[in-house]
Every structure is written in C-alpha cells, then in structure tokens.
C-alpha cells in the first residue's frame, strides 16, 4: 500500500510519493474515462436497437392484430350471409303454402295435410298454420311447443296462446330469429297472414333447429381453407387445433406438446390448455369467441422481425465500434502528453527534495541517537513516565504507567482526574509538595503514595518530576516518573505483622549471618520461652549453636551445608536444644536461604518452634504400642498351642483308628504262633512267614507315627516341594477317618513344584478340612446326603491355585466376612474353639504371604488358596 495507517512519512517517502502517485492517477483518470466511453456508448447502442426494435414490433404487431380483426370480420359477413338465406328460403316457402291455401281455400284439410308434409320432407323446414280469433293451431303444433319450451312451460295451455299472440301481433311478414342461449341454437320463422272467409290465418315456415356454435366452426374452417387468411383455430372444450403446423388437419394439442416450441403460438395454446379464461396477454395477436369456447389466432413470429432488423442493428453496432476506438484514441493520446509533462515535474521536485532529505537525515541520526539513549534509561529504570501541562491541565500518561494502573488512554485526562486517584491519607502530603512548586518555591516532587487502580484497590508509588517554565517564568508543563514499589512496602508490612504476630508467641523468629558462627542479626522476643534475652544474642553475642545440643551440633551444620551445596530454598531439622535452666528441649526449625546480588546464600531466616511435648507423646506412644505388640504375641502363641493341641486331639484320634487293624493283625499272629510254634505239622519256613507279617504291621505302625511326628514338626525354612504330593501325604493320615464318616474326598491337581513353608500348608489343609468334616457331620443329623469334599489344585499363570469345596451347607452371608476371626465359632462351645480358621488365615497370608478367600456355592462353600509358584 501507498498510504499505510499511523505512519510518520520521511522526505524520501514524500518525494517517492510524489513520483508514483501523478502517475497512477493519470493512469485512473484515463482508465475511468475508457470505463465512462464505454458504458456510455454501449448504453447509447442498447438504447438505439431497442428502440429499432420496439418500432418494428409494434408495427409486427399491429399487422397481427388487423390480420385478426379481418379474420373476424370475414367471419362475421359469412354468419351473416348463411342467415340471409335461410330467411330467403323461408320466405319462399311461405309465400308457397300462402299462394297453395289461397287458391284451394282449406276446403281438402286431408290434401292439404300431405302437401304440407311434402314440403317438409323436401325443402328441410316445418310449418305452421294457426287462426287468429281462436289461436286453434291447424298445423305443426311441435314448433311451437318448441317455442313454447324456450319461454314458457311448455305444459300449461296460456304459453301457448301468448306465443301464438306474440306472432300474431308482428304482423304478417315478420321474420323471427329464436335463439336457445344454453344448447346455443337458433331457429329462424316467417310468417304471413291470408284471409279466407273473413277468418284471418297465419301460416309460417320454421327452418331446422341449428347450432350456432357449428355454424361459427364451419365458417371459420371454411375460412382457413381458403388460404387467404394465415390464421390457426383451438376448441378449447375439446382442446383440438386447425392448422396449427399450417397443416389444414385436425390435432390434439396434447399431441403438439411432445414437440413444443419456444414460439407464440405454443405460449398461447400453453395457456388456453391449462387456463379456459381469456388472457390480455395475447389481444393482439388473437381473438377468443367467449360464447363458445373458441380461439382463433395468427402465425406470431419473432424471427421475422429479427431478420428484417438484423443488418441495421449491425451497422449500428459498427458505428458505435468506430467511435468508442476514436475516443479511445484520444485518451490515450492526452494521457501519454501528461505523462511526459508529470515525469518532467517530478525530476525537478526531486531535485529539491534531496537536497533538503540529505540535510534533515543529518539531524535525524543524532535525534535517533539520543532517542534510543533516553528509551533504553526509561526502560532500565522499569518507571512509568507521565507528562502534565499546566496550562491546559491535560496530563499524558505512557503506557507502562497505564499497565500499572490498568487504565485505558482516555480515562486518565486532566490534572484533577490524576488528583483525586490518590488514597485519602497521602493526599495532603501530595497536595502540599505541588503547593510549593506552584509557588516556585521548588521545581522537584519526590513522594511515596498510594494510587487508585482501575479495580478498586491501591498500589504504593515513588513519584520522581520535575517542572518546567516559559520565557514568561510560568509554570509549563512537568516531568514525572513514578516507580512501583507497591510489593516491596506490601512485603516490610508483612514482616512487620509476622515479627509483631510471634514477638511474644511460642514460635521464635530468627535471622542468622551466613559465617563461621552463624552470629545472629535478629531473634524475636519470643526466645524468652527457653529463659533468654534478646539483647543476649544481638548485643552480647551470644551464638545461634550456643543453643544446640552438643550432640545435635554436628547433625545441624550437615544440614545447613547441605542445603547450600544443593542450593535448595529452604529445609528443615529437628533438634535437642539446652534452655537456660540446663533442661532439654525438642525443637522443629524450618529455614530460609537468602542470597545476595551476586547469587551467594547471605542470611539464613527462619523459625524454631518447641515440640517437646509432641515428642514426649511419641514416646509413651511407642512404648505403649510395643507393650500391645507384646500382649498380641503372647495371644497368638497361646491360639497356636491351643490350634496345635486340637489338630493333635484330631491326630491321636487318626493314629488310634490307623493302628487298629494292624494291631488286631498283630494280635491274631501272636495267638496264631502261640497256638502252633510247639505243632510240628507247623513248619519254620511258615511261622517265619507270619513273623514277617508282624514285623511287616508294626513298621507300617512305626511310619505312622513318623509321619504325624513330621507333621507337627514346625519348617523352619522354606523349601522347594510337591503341593500335590504334599496333600496326598495329608490325606493318606486322614482318609480312614473321613470314609469310616461316609465322607468321600475327590483330589483333582496338576504337578506343581512351589518353594514355601510345607507343613505350613499342611496345617491349613487340615483346618480346612476339619471345618468341612463338622459342617458335613451336622447337616448329616438333620437330613441323609451323600456327602463329599473336592479338591482341586492347577495352575494359573505364575500363581498356584487350591480350591477345597463341600456340600455341607452355606454360610449366612452376614457373618461369612467373621470366620477368620479368633474365636468365633457357629459351633458349640465344646465343639470348636474359633481359633482353627483364624490361624489358618495367618499361615497362609502372613507366613506363607499368600491370601484365602472363603464364599458360598450351590450348597456348600468354597476355600480358594492362592501361592506364588
């Protein structure tokens, strides 16, 4: 763009404008003009052929329009003549039968009959005979009954005197035209009167009764036959056309549709095809007979009209070519001289300009110069810069002092607008330093206040200004910065608060120097709370590691270095601090590193706060808590004694049933040798056979008893075993004593090597099985089922899974989530102790640090087991 918005223009661009923008509107002017020329000429041209146009239209037009209305007239002499002679032929006749009755004077009614009868049939009409003083009609009563029809009820004698009458009363030779408006018919009668003895007659011709409508069709088919008129006809009741394709033959319309046109002709049959109303559309190009449903129109034909204007509208459209490139011609011409005109100007303003840009850039460079210089030290100093002038009391604002303030350009304005931002409480103080530099007393205001800001609150600024006066010594206009210092007073007021809050407190407030002996430069009063001073620390120079505990010193200072080695914000300890009276006490300290400008950790500000207490309490906590612990074991060593002097009472139990048989083995062998070792028929070879049998028993009896020593031997490591030999094992102690209770055990497993606490796993079998055993037992009193316990063992993924079922009954689901609580028991007190499932839950999930779930099935319940394999 030539012209860019807010852009300060140099000499350069000036004179570059100066150069282009002669030029371009040469070049606009020449081409409006081109632009005018040509809408110009073409709306002259348009104007000029629709003018030749609409004249050869119009007189189009009114050739159709008169080719119509002597169509019509045509029509109208043709109807007219078509009547003229039936009235000839009536008249004729009439005079005929007139001339017959006077020279036979109605004296033979029979022969008179037939001749009118004759007539009839030969001349195509009906006749009449009627007297005048009686209305007796002698002959051809039908015709006027048909008359009758037409005006009167026919029925009722009186219409038929009236009409009689009317005839009469025309006189003799009256010509009558009776028309039948709703069948469009006509039937034309003559009559005239003949006296025979003094009785006057009327006799009267009737000719046939004819359709209008018929008539008018004839006239106008005959018409267009005859070639004289280029004329085409439409019945719009039977929606045929005549001579539409200048064909002398009948169509349907529907029929011409198929191959409709763009012409006048299909526009007008269009209309009438779907509309029966007369159009004013087409009056001039047709007429349409209203009576009887009828059109008739010319061949209208724009193409004539085109083709008999084309070559004149050619050379109008030439003539207009030819003076467009003539005017063209000419603005070219004249904007090539004022071109060279204008590049001859330029040159010369050119010259003047450079003289003058070389000298102004001069001066430029060294504005910029300082421009920058004084940008770069507002920018530095981060201060709002603002401008009053005294005499019109405006006051400009830079941006930065509106961002500060959150104000917009135009809200800020005058002197007292500025004025009355400023807080209550620092308006006097303002008010009285702009008093003095009113009074000259002094040209420079340096102030700390509070402004308003745009969102109701204040903000703490240092204003910095100087004034300035005229050649008058008057008070112009003022220089002024204002500096936020908003956070740094808000921050002082904050610590002021904090020091305030706790000078007296519990919490002691400190600040240490960053060296050697960490010297304190501020401690709160509150220090008073370990029996010292203030003045103790800060006067007397008395040290912050003075307070610790000689054995927590070392503790401290690993976490100071710590801290700033790490470069960390902050950190936190917890130290033995020696009070005044010698006594120890705890403290919590939390502190803050403060560095200096050049990054290095300075001071240190923190807080120490007495927790004494707090740790006392963890104390007596602690040593309560191992007091429970203490209590805990003991409980659960007494609940595993008396799980494992159950599982024994079980177990002496199995060792007494698996003993009895081959005890009684035994017993039968010893009195079998004692009946027969002095029977010679006894061999040796067969009392050794029944001391291997005995000896056979009693290592059977011995493996047994090894076998339940093994099984209440506790493992005391883990180690890598058979889970299914494992339960076999088990099973083979406990199986005579499950199947002498009509109990079946089913043991479905896959190999499975885990690495765990096996008689662990044992006992927990055991328990499980024990409890399946009691609910199987007791449900065996109340009803008879064949009870069984299964056993599943398989693997899935990295996981061992034992599932042991029963149909002994479900568990009621509000106190399925307590059984593997010690000592609750669903049994009697003599019947179980509670403990049995509770320790299982221990083995399996804190020694063996698996997990055991327990939900009800169809009719029994389910222990799931889950192990790392």
Known sequence: MIFKKNKKYSL????????????????????????????????????????????????????????????????????????????????????????YIQSNRLKEFDNLNNYLRNIENSENVNLTIFKKNNLDILYGNQSIKYLQSLIYNYKDKKYKDFILMYIYSQGSENLQYWKDDIANTVRLSFFDKVIIDDEEYYIGSFSTINSI????????????????????????????????????KYIDSSELFKNEKNTKSYEILKHYFNDFEYSDNFKNYSYFYTKYNFLVSTFYNNEIVENQIKDTISKIKKEYRNLFLKIFSYILVGSTLLILLTYLFINFIKKIITEYNDELENKTVSLIHWKKRFELAIIASNDGLWDIDFKTQKIYFSDKWLDMFGYEKDEVLTFSDWFNLIHNEDRPNVEKLFDKIFAKADDTFICEYRLKTKNEGFKWVLARGKSFVDENNELDRMLMMSMDIDKNKRMKKELLDIELLVEDGKIVIFKLINNENLSVQYISNSIQTFGFSKNMFEKENMRFMDLIHKEDIANVQVA?????????????????????????????????????????????????NDITKIKLSEEELKLKVEEELSKNREKDRILIQQNKLAAMGEMLGNIAHQWRQPLNNVSLILQFLRDNYKNKEVSEEKLDKFMNKANKHIEYMSETIDDFRNFYKPSKTQNKFFVNESIDTLLYMVRNQYESENIKINFEYENIEITNYENELKQALLNILNN??????????????????????????????????????????????????????????????????????????????????????????????????
């Not at 081109?34 to 629709?50: A, C, P, W």
């Not at 007239?73 to 078509?82: E, G, M, N, T």
């Open 772 to 869: 399946a055993k009691d609910a199987l037992l007791s449900k065996k009193h109340i009803e008879d089922f064949d009870a069984f316990i299964n056993i599943f063992l398989y693997k899935n993924k990295e996981k061992m899974i034992l599932e042991i079922s029963n149909n002994g009954g479900n568990i009621d689901e509000e106190i399925l989530y307590k059984i593997f609580e010690p000592y609750f028991t669903t049994k009697f007190e003599t019947q179980g102790t509670g403990i049995g499932l509770y320790m299982t839950k221990s083995i399996i999930e804190t020694n063996m640090k698996g997990k055991i779930e327990v939900q009800n099935i169809s009719d029994g319940v389910k222990f799931t087991i889950t192990l790392n394999i």
């Open 213 to 248: 409508k018929v008539i008018t069709q004839n006239a106008i088919i005959d018409a267009i036959n005859t070639d004289d008129f280029d004329i085409w006809f439409y019945d719009i009741i039977l929606q045929k056309t005549y001579n539409f394709n200048k064909q002398k």
């Open 12 to 99: 350069n661009d000036i004179e570059r404008l100066y150069s282009q923008i002669p030029l371009i509107f040469i070049i606009l002017i020449a081409l409006l003009s081109f632009l005018i020329t040509f809408f110009i000429l073409e709306s002259k041209q348009t104007r000029q052929i629709d003018l030749l146009k609409q004249k050869y239209f119009l007189n189009y037009e009114f050739t159709q329009k008169e080719e119509i209305s002597k169509f019509k007239s045509y029509i109208d002499k043709r109807l007219k003549s078509r009547f003229s002679k039936e009235e000839i032929h009536l008249k004729n006749i009439t005079y005929k039968v007139v001339g």
């Open 560 to 608: 100071i270095n710590a801290a700033v080695k790490k470069d960390l914000p902050n950190f936190t300890f917890t130290c033995r601090i020696i009070n005044a009276a010698n006594e120890i006490r705890w403290i919590s300290s939390r502190v803050i590193l403060i560095k200096n400008h050049t990054g290095q950790v300075s001071h240190f500000y923190g807080y120490l």
